[in-house]
Each structure stands twice: as C-alpha cells, then as structure tokens.
C-alpha cells in the first residue's frame, strides 16, 4: 500500500471520518497525474469519467458563460477533491479543471468510486453533503455577479479569499495568494480593464492596502 496515497485519502474531510481499512481499499484504486502549470485536467465536454483529488499545486476551476465569458467558481488546494458531479449524474464536463501551477493529483474512476458509495453509507453521506456545498458556492457567485456592482464584488472575493489563505497582520488580514488582474476578472465575471481600474480606486479609498503583490484587507471589511 502506498502510504503518501493513504494520508492524502486520511487528510481529505470526505474520507477522514471512514475506517482506515476502507480508507486503504479507496487509496488502492488512486492513479497519480502530474499536471505542469496552465496545463488542462479536464475541459467542459468531456466525458465524466473520473474523480480526482488535488495532492499538491492548485488548481482552477472555470465556468462559461454562453456568450463564452469566463467565470471562476473555485480555486481549490491540497485535499480538495473535484470532478465529483460525475458521481451525481454529470455525464459530461460542465466545467474547465486547469492547474495554478505544477500539480499532482489522484485520480479515481467513476465506476469504482460508486462501489465504494454503494457500500459504505458514510461515504455517501459526505459526498452529498459536498456536491451541495459546491453547488451553492456556485450558485453565490453568479447571484454575486447578476445584484453586485464591481467594486462590491471585489471586496466579496477578497473577503472570500481572507477566510482561506489569510494571515494576521497589523493592518488588516494579508491575503497570500497572488492573482493576476485577469484572474481576479474571472473571480467575478469582469473586465480585466475593469478590474484594473476599480482595485486602484479601492487602493486610493483604502478600502485595500497593498504588501508587494499581495492583497491587505482592512479591519473594517473583515467579517
């Protein structure tokens, strides 16, 4: 049995509460990916054959609009398991999977990942319990962009994005991850011209502080 397989399987929420020879069973079906930067795990028309879990990188999550508008509805870490929709009836890909950076992943094929359902009720329970989570952060963010303008939007994303990679520091709560402007513009269904010009009118109101390339949000914007 491959150990690093195992703890990852031990470290996700989905599997953590499984016993550990139901846990080796699902580790035993894992097929490793390696996936460089920018490079493409799954695109919206594919057929949806495969679990995945993220090992290490980053990778993005990307919805299209119909007029061909990019939309992120996740950035996803260690851990973080994607693809799952196959296991509720997805038959093809409804969305782009695309590596941050170098990325490892595991990989589990549909048919397997529903004997396992099948069989173990826990199992099924957090998988349903996740696929709603995932359905209603979807959900969010096209509301978010259909009621927000852009410079609400902006301070809901870096509101987001404080809860899961912010730190404490004296003047707010750094965020440490760095986006590009194109990326923050698929974060919220913008411009990237646009978002260039409402995160310098942000900067100039002090409604976000910058620290080189990271993002700083004020005591008064956190929850």
């Not at 969010?140 to 259909?146: E, K, L």
Request: with cysteine.
């Amino acid at each position: 049995m491959d150990k690093t397989k195992l703890w990852y399987i031990n470290a996700n929420k989905i599997f953590s509460g499984l016993p550990e020879k139901d846990q080796a069973e699902i580790a035993s079906k894992l097929t490793e990916i390696s996936v460089r930067k920018k490079g493409l795990i799954y695109s919206a028309g594919d057929t949806a054959g495969t679990v995945y879990i993220l090992k290490e990188g980053r990778i993005r999550i990307i919805r299209y609009s119909e007029d061909g508008k990019e939309l992120t509805v996740d950035i996803l870490e260690p851990g973080d398991i994607f693809g799952e929709l196959t296991v509720a009836g997805e038959e093809e890909r409804e969305t782009d999977a695309v590596a941050m950076e170098d990325s490892y992943i595991c990989a589990i094929k549909r048919k397997d990942f529903e004997d396992f359902i099948s069989k173990m009720p826990y199992l099924s329970l957090s998988i349903t319990k996740w696929i709603g989570l995932r359905l209603r952060k979807i959900e969010s963010r096209f509301n978010d962009i259909i009621f927000q303008d852009v410079h609400t939007r902006l301070i809901t994303i870096f509101k987001d994005l404080s809860e899961k990679y912010g730190v404490p520091v004296s003047n707010g709560r750094k965020i440490e991850i760095h986006l590009s402007h194109k990326e923050i513009a698929s974060l919220i269904g913008a411009t990237r011209e646009t978002v260039t010009l409402e995160l310098n009118n942000l900067k100039r109101s002090g409604d976000i502080l910058m620290d080189d390339k990271y993002v700083i949000l004020p005591p008064k914007h956190l929850w």
